[in-house]
């Protein structure tokens, strides 16, 4: 999974075909929960350009998107966000690929 590095980044992927924002923090336990599914996950759904975000570099970026509890998922495509999966709950494998297959295309 790509590590966001910038602001501009940021920007730019959010105007992609598919992107889907993985909000974590590497102090995060049910972030690591989840980080083994990951890897299946984004195999799963090759058609999603999947990007972490560390929570602690870009807070600001948190802050303007009403992320305030992690891990969260933030989708957008052409510019538009298209879903969101946010809270501070644990997600299951489950909760998270429901969520990638009820967005609207």
């Known amino acids: 999974m790509e590590k966001l590095q910038s602001q501009e980044q ?6 992609g075909e598919r992107t889907v924002f993985l909000f974590s923090a590497d102090w995060c336990p049910d972030c690591r929960v989840i980080d083994p599914l990951l890897p299946g996950i984004e195999a799963d759904y090759p058609e999603y350009e999947f990007v972490y975000v560390d929570r602690d570099e870009f807070i600001d970026i948190c802050a303007e998107n009403d992320i305030f509890g992690i891990p969260s998922f933030l989708v957008y495509s052409k510019g538009e966000e ?4 946010v809270s501070k709950d644990r997600k299951t494998r489950e909760e998270i690929t429901g969520f990638l297959d009820n967005l609207e295309a």
Not at 10 to 15: I, P, Q, R, S, T
Request: hydrophobic share 30%; net charge positive; proline share 0%.
């Open 10 to 15: 940021f920007e730019e992927l959010k105007k």
């Open 82 to 85: 298209k879903g969101r999966l």
